[in-house]
């Protein structure tokens, strides 16, 4: 899943880095609001975290003109302490969820969950498909027969945003875009070597694909 972070405070999106990578998101960057709402639209994120106060253009002025041109991507906002007026302006603007300073970097990672399964349509805990569940928390696979698999890390950012589009055609280009930090080497051949490991977990049947258009998952069984 791609995380646009748009924060100015430097030491904040220092620590934030590793945990939001380990925690699976393919993460992006920036610090002002200019870049931030470019990138918004150019790299086309499943979950944005915003900074009200940036430099360059406030966060409130970027949410809005995304929401005004149909850019309907999840925003969750960062606003000051005890700055209950932020909240309201950032909801009005078209947030989806807020947190304010400082905060429990778990407490992120839950709403960032939180919104990523409301946007999926699936209000419970867990991503599940044809009998394979996701466990978000320790990135592991449960088998229809019981198996549980440690998935590595791009394994499990693949799994999930097909468990979070499980009805859509993938090309591979958009898989990788997903799946992968820009930046570092994204060679979308390479994700058929990742589509095969996944079929070799749960079936090869468990992902088909659509020749000339890309992968998709095998249309639900009843039962
Ligand atoms: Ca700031």
Redesign the pocket.
């Known amino acids: 899943m791609k995380l646009l972070l748009i ?3 430097q030491q904040l999106t220092s620590a934030l880095q590793p945990l939001l990578r380990d925690a699976g998101y393919a993460l992006e960057i920036a610090d002002n609001g200019i870049d931030g709402e470019f990138l918004g639209n150019e790299l086309q994120p499943d979950l944005i975290i915003l ?1 009200l ?2 430099p360059g253009k406030s966060g409130l002025d970027v949410l809005r003109s995304w929401r005004a041109s149909g850019n309907r991507t999840p925003v969750l906002v960062l606003t000051a302490r005890d700055a209950w007026h932020e909240r309201v302006d950032g909801l009005k603007a078209g947030a989806d969820d807020y947190l304010g300073k400082p905060f429990h970097t778990a407490e992120l990672l839950a709403r960032l969950e939180a919104i990523g399964r409301r946007q999926s349509g699936n209000a419970s805990n867990e991503l599940s498909w044809n009998g394979v569940r996701l466990d978000s928390e320790r990135q592991q696979a449960h088998t229809p027969d019981g198996r549980v698999i440690d998935l590595t890390g791009i394994e499990f950012r693949l799994l999930r945003y097909l468990l979070q589009h499980p009805r859509d055609v993938h090309s591979k280009t958009r898989l990788s875009e997903h799946v992968y930090e820009e930046d570092l080497q994204r060679d979308s051949n390479v994700m058929e070597v990742y589509i095969n490991r996944l079929r070799q977990y749960f079936g090869k049947d468990f992902i088909h694909t659509r020749r000339g258009q890309g992968y998709q998952l095998a249309a639900e069984q009843s039962g």
């Open positions: 924060e100015d405070d900074d106060g940036l």
